[in-house]
Nanobody
């Protein structure tokens, strides 16, 4: 299973970016997809998560500004980031605990990371 992330880049404060992540390979089920971010010197932070059924979750710092969505048929997850702030700067990683077969437990997979830089 591979996760391919895209999007990111450099934007001014108040701007918007959209991240996308596509899972491919042998996939039976992906119960949860989402995004973490990593800032140098800090622990990796959970930004948002979305189950295949149920309620999305967000870090308090991004509520009202970020929106996560997924396409279960395409095994993709998107993160729309609006009203970006300099403190949103970091490397964003998509993740997906993936069940590769009906009789296997999920394994965790990560995307390669994409840089988001917000200038003040």
């Amino acid at each position: 299973v591979q996760l391919q992330a895209s999007g990111g880049g450099l934007v001014q404060a108040g701007g918007s970016l959209r991240l996308s992540c596509a899972a491919s390979g042998r996939i039976f089920s992906i119960n949860l997809m989402g995004w973490y971010r990593q800032v140098p010197g800090k622990q990796r932070e959970l930004v948002a998560g979305i189950p295949n059924i149920g309620t999305t979750s967000y870090a308090d710092s991004v509520k009202g500004r970020f929106t996560i969505s997924r396409d279960n048929a395409k095994n993709t997850v998107n993160l729309q980031m609006n009203n970006l702030k300099p403190e949103d700067t970091g490397v964003y990683y998509c993740y997906a605990p993936t069940q590769r077969d009906w009789n296997r437990s999920p394994d965790m997979y990560w995307g390669q990371g994409t840089q988001v830089t917000v200038s003040s």
